[in-house]
Every structure is written in structure tokens, then in C-alpha cells.
């Protein structure tokens, strides 16, 4: 085992223990780290941080060019940055050789949203999906109300646990990114959608046995679970998310991020307040829940454009 494994190691230790990384993040550190460690195995240039220099930084990101996505360049970057900034702190080296890498400009895309009609169409969807059984049209609706209704992010629904539900207060506590607890309203379409599904969650019971309807074995925790009782996945979200897209909105690209952005969008327009809005999502900055003012100013020109008669006046040339 070289010196760089250790200090990766060191550093992932450090990620999980001591910032709290969730175990995706830490997942996604360590693939960079490892894929700079194997390039310079490949290159023969030496496995220990306190021997690298810009240059070498510089070599590996350059091998990348063509073959990555901006994007992932810009995280690439980032993984070296906090690497050898942890090395630098702990005193292994005496200066960082990433400090004077520069990220790529990555183009912002506009959040993708669903209109207020096609969002209540993916919700209903379950209702009229005729091949699926009764329960898992249940619950397939409460999943989508509360991805809608509530904007949660897919891995904040997919951990959620009936301890966490307040269903006296219609609220339920979430823990979002870096372990951090908010507190979201389930609206009143959320509210029942949820109700109704807790009083036949007992149905999802283990492959070959027999069940009452009030029997609690399926997992004693997380709320939503798989026609055995086990929890469902964020892929199995995601899943259940594009087959409703697909059914009630014609989209099999619908994300359930996009579900999050649709419910923040709403609000907006809605007459929602800045500040309002990055609490419910959990935004860490209010730069990032900014974005959905450019979302509804390009809507407002849209409406204004087809709708405005000063725009009509103008496209009629006189």
C-alpha cells in the first residue's frame, strides 16, 4: 500500500467522521481520488501527495480533456482542491498544489418543471394505472404528493421514517444534506394521500406469507417500502417517478428532482416569498433557490408575448 492510499484514506476517514459526508459523497471522492492515483501509477510518477507539484496535477486533468463532461472536470477539480487542503491543514504537506487549479465554466441549465396542470396529472396517474395492484397505486400516490407537495429531494423520501411524520401538526421533520433537519408541511393533498397509505402499509409483507392489514412487520421505519416490505430505493423512486411521467404527462424523462423544482416554481408564481421557499427546499444559499426567478421571468415573457396586447400591437407591424 503506497503513501497516497493512506492519505486518501485519511482523508475519506476525515469526510465521514468529522464533515459528516453522506456515504454517496464520500463514494464519489473516493472514484476521483482513485482514478488520479491509478493515472499516476500508469505514468509511473510517484504515490505520495508530498512529492506532487501543479505540473502533475495539471498532466492528469489535461489526459481528461475531451473525455469528461465539463461538470465532471469542475468536480474533479473540486475532490483535488479539498484533498490536498486536508493534507495541508493535518501539516503532511507544506503547501497545495490544487490551490491555483481554475474550474471550467459549466453552462446553469434552467430547472426542469412541470406545468400546474401536467403536475396534477402525474399525481392522479396512479389512480387510473389499471395493471398496478390497488396498494401500490396507494402508495405511488403519496410518494408523488409528498415529492410535489412538500419538494423533497428523492434520498430525503427514500430515508424518511414514520418516527419523522407529525401527523397531528401535518408536518414532517427531514433530514436534507449534511445531516441538516428542516421541518415540511404536508399540504392537505399530501396530507390524505399519506393517510391513506399508512392504514394499508401493513399489506407490504414479505413474499409467500400470509398478512392482516394491521400487521407492522413490514420495516419497522422507513415509510415508504416495496410490495414485500423492504425500502424502496432512490432508484426504484426514480422508477415509479418516470412511469408516472410517462402516464400522466406524456414525459418518460420526468425526474423526481424535477418534481422538487416543480413544487418550488409553483410557489413562486403562487406569491411565495424568496425566503420561504429556500426553507421549505433547504437550500444552504439563497443563490441556488434565485434560479426559479429566472424559471418564472422567462414564463412571465412567454405569457406576455402570446397574451400582452402591446405584444400584439408589435407582431401585427403597426
Request: charged share 30%; with cysteine.
Amino acid at each position: 500500500m503506497s503513501a497516497l492510499d493512506d492519505q486518501i484514506d485519511a482523508f475519506l476517514v476525515y469526510l465521514g467522521a468529522e464533515r459528516r459526508a453522506s456515504p454517496r459523497t464520500c463514494a464519489s471522492y473516493r472514484r476521483d481520488l482513485e482514478g488520479f492515483r491509478d493515472w499516476l501509477e500508469g505514468e509511473r510518477l510517484p504515490l505520495d501527495a508530498k512529492r506532487h507539484e501543479l505540473i502533475v496535477l495539471r498532466r492528469w486533468l489535461a489526459s481528461l480533456f475531451g473525455k469528461v463532461a465539463p461538470a465532471t472536470m469542475a468536480r474533479r477539480i473540486s475532490t483535488l482542491r479539498s484533498f490536498y487542503r486536508f493534507l495541508l491543514r493535518k501539516g503532511v504537506i507544506r503547501q497545495s498544489p490544487a490551490a491555483l487549479l481554475q474550474s471550467p465554466k459549466t453552462p446553469k441549465g434552467l430547472p426542469r418543471f412541470l406545468t400546474v396542470e401536467d403536475a396534477f396529472r402525474v399525481v392522479e396517474a396512479p389512480e387510473a394505472d389499471e395493471p398496478r395492484a390497488p396498494k401500490l397505486r396507494v402508495r405511488d400516490r403519496a410518494l408523488l404528493e409528498l415529492l410535489y407537495g412538500s419538494g423533497l429531494r428523492v434520498s430525503e423520501l427514500a430515508t424518511l421514517t414514520l418516527r419523522q411524520l407529525d401527523l397531528g401538526a401535518r408536518e414532517a421533520r427531514v433530514i436534507g444534506k449534511g445531516d441538516k433537519e428542516r421541518v415540511v408541511p404536508l399540504g392537505r393533498e399530501a396530507f390524505a394521500a399519506l393517510q391513506e397509505y399508512l392504514a394499508i402499509r401493513g399489506q407490504f409483507a414479505p413474499r409467500g406469507e400470509e398478512r392482516d392489514a394491521n400487521d407492522p412487520r413490514p420495516h419497522p421505519e422507513i415509510v415508504f417500502v416495496g410490495q414485500f416490505g423492504t425500502p424502496l430505493t432512490p432508484r426504484q423512486v426514480q422508477n415509479i417517478v418516470r412511469r408516472y411521467g410517462i402516464l400522466g404527462a406524456g414525459r418518460s424523462d420526468l425526474h423526481p428532482h424535477a418534481l422538487r423544482h416543480t413544487c418550488a416554481t409553483h410557489l413562486l408564481d403562487a406569491g411565495a416569498d424568496l425566503r420561504s421557499i429556500q426553507e421549505l427546499l433547504g437550500h444552504a444559499s439563497l443563490s441556488t433557490t434565485q434560479r426559479y426567478t429566472h424559471v418564472s421571468i422567462d414564463r412571465l415573457m412567454e405569457v406576455y408575448d402570446t397574451a400582452h396586447p402591446l405584444a400584439k400591437k408589435k407582431s401585427g407591424g403597426s
